[in-house]
């Protein structure tokens, strides 16, 4: 009897239990909320800016955020600070990890380090209302010392070489060159310079001397470390010889320009050795100069123009010449190539239409840039190609701003209007 009751009170304590369960159930966690990240943007530096921190995008959550680079050789990341390593493109992605109240998430933007653009010009419109030699770093304006032409530009390391020529109010122009501003002489008497270049410790600048007495007795002169040496014109002892620029190539120098036969009968390309002697010389006294020299491997690439009854785009390749029918330069001077794997490309002024017309050839078909400019020189690095120049805006004397096109897309310079680009370098290393 007795365990029949206490039978009876243990089921009808299982049964208030279970209907107490019931009427109580276990409290459920809320799901965590998913987060959001936003506005995650990097702006593009240069190769040579300094490590800098991320800005943290915007969450609804406040889990600190992570950051990784997939490309090292771009761009490394510690903790929120990134330093560049080299040119290109890279991608960052930002996480933030999961907490008891907001899930884990991530976002992913892209980062450019750009190279450094250096571009050599003048000024026509100064304060004394002289002549200034120019360049830009990345777009930033710096005057050069004294007054004078800026032609060409070269950078090593941290220095900055531009080629010129040199003048004091009233004179003739001097040859010489600015070495992060600072002018340098190259000779007390007249002339110019067209190129520069430095290999070591030394520096190589060619150019052409004359006598004030007879500006006509034009001698071709290369500068090495200031010492002077007169280039010698093979084609005739008696007619001219022009030096456009100078390269250094496998510890090689070559200097490229043209030669002019007495009493103007004609020129020819020439290519003189870093000694003064001669390199390469063409018979083909239709050809008027190479302006441009690049060396791919074991392929030497040269540009310059023809003549009959205009001025006529060529290349050579290995001493192969090859026409660009319709390119219309205006003059021979302003020419330009680089090569890009199999691809080569020339810039200069086209006026088949009438007007100054900036463009470029790519295997010999144009592309126009724009009218009512000039382009002066063509650089590339990767697949990116770079030309500089002159944008008018009207014909009066002076109306003209300085510019470059990257991959065809018109970029200002800052500068007063009479201001021109002649020349580029892009350096993709720190």
Partial sequence: MKFESLAAFLLL???????????????????????T??????????????????????????????????????????????????VGTVNITVTQTATKNYTAAS???????????????SSYVTADGNLSGVYWKNGNINYLEGHGLGTDIFVQGKDVYVAGSISDI??????????????????????????????????????????????????????????????????DINGKAVPKGVIVYNNKVYIFGKTIGSNGT??????????????????????????S???????????????????????????????????????????????????VYITGTDLAKGTYTAAYWKNGLQTELAQNAMAMEIASQGKDIYIVGASYLSYNYYDY????????????????KGTNATSIAIIDHK
């Fill in 401 to 416: 701003i300085p510019v470059y096109w990257l991959n065809g897309n018109l970029i200002k310079l800052s500068g007063p």
């Fill in 266 to 291: 004609g020129s020819s390309p020439i290519v003189w050795n870093g000694d003064g002697s001669v390199f390469m010389l063409s018979k083909e006294k239709i050809v008027y100069s190479v302006n």
């Fill in 170 to 235: 009233g004179a003739y122009y001097k040859p010489g060159y600015w070495r992060n501003g600072v002018k340098h002489l190259l000779s007390n008497g007249s002339g110019e310079t067209s190129a520069i270049a430095v290999s070591g410790t030394d520096v190589y600048v060619v150019g052409t001397t004359f006598s004030e007495l007879d500006p006509n007795d034009i001698h071709p002169t290369v500068w090495k470390n200031g010492n002077i040496m007169t280039l010698p014109n093979p084609l």
């Fill in 293 to 343: 020299l690049f060396f791919q491997g074991n392929d030497l690439f040269m540009c310059g123009s023809i003549y009959t009854n205009n001025h006529y785009l060529v290349y050579w390749k290995n001493d192969v010449a090859n026409s660009i029918i319709n390119a219309s330069a205006n003059e021979d001077a302003y020419s330009s190539m680089t090569v890009v794997g199999s691809d």
């Fill in 107 to 121: 976002a992913k933007t892209t980062f450019t380090v750009l190279p450094n653009i250096y571009i050599a010009g």
């Fill in 13 to 35: 304590c299982f049964i208030i239990y279970g209907c107490s369960k019931k009427n109580n159930p276990t409290p459920q966690i809320p799901a965590p909320t998913s987060v």
């Fill in 37 to 86: 990240i936003s506005n995650f943007t990097i702006p593009s530096k240069y190769i040579d800016d300094v490590d800098f921190t991320i800005l943290a995008p915007g969450s609804n959550s406040n889990a600190d955020f992570s950051y990784i680079s997939d490309d090292p050789a771009v761009a490394t990341v510690k903790g929120n600070t990134i330093h560049i390593t080299g």
